[in-house]
């Protein structure tokens, strides 16, 4: 399922979601930096990259960040800020193993090449009579 912008944008709230900057690179350092849905962005194989970051870093409230726990005085970590429901963690999903994207720059029109593994095997040191 894709998350499209103008969907998160209507839904979410005013006002920006983080104080600062600090605040806010510090939660996607430990939600977005290693979510799926950002990463064909992340390593180059799409143009857009996650619309509910961009919601967020444009001074909005997604509506998929829920408030995360706070102790007794109201305070909260930066990583526990909030809890976005859209969250896919690396490894997670199971079931059918899904296609890997196509190689920037092939747009499925070639047979994709297999990869192979490669190993580095140091020299074998060879005893020559001069």
């Known amino acids: 399922m894709t998350i499209d912008y103008d969907e998160v944008r209507r839904r979410s709230r005013e006002g920006s979601p983080f104080s600062n900057g600090t605040e806010g690179y510090g939660w996607m350092a430990v939600w977005c930096e290693i979510c799926l849905r950002d990463a064909p ?29 706070r102790d007794e005085h109201g305070r909260y970590s ?7 429901i859209e969250y896919r963690a690396p490894g997670n999903g199971g079931g059918e193993p899904r296609p890997k994207p196509e190689p920037r720059g092939m747009d499925g029109l070639f047979d ?19």
């Open 78 to 84: 930066i990583a526990q800020r909030y809890t976005c």
């Open 112 to 130: 994709r090449p297999e990869r192979s593994t490669r190993m580095f095997v140091p020299p074998t040191r060879i005893e020559v009579s001069a």
């Open 41 to 69: 962005f992340r390593n180059g194989i799409s143009a857009t990259g996650c619309p509910i970051i961009l919601v967020a870093q444009l001074g909005r409230t997604p509506a998929e960040f829920l408030d995360g726990p």
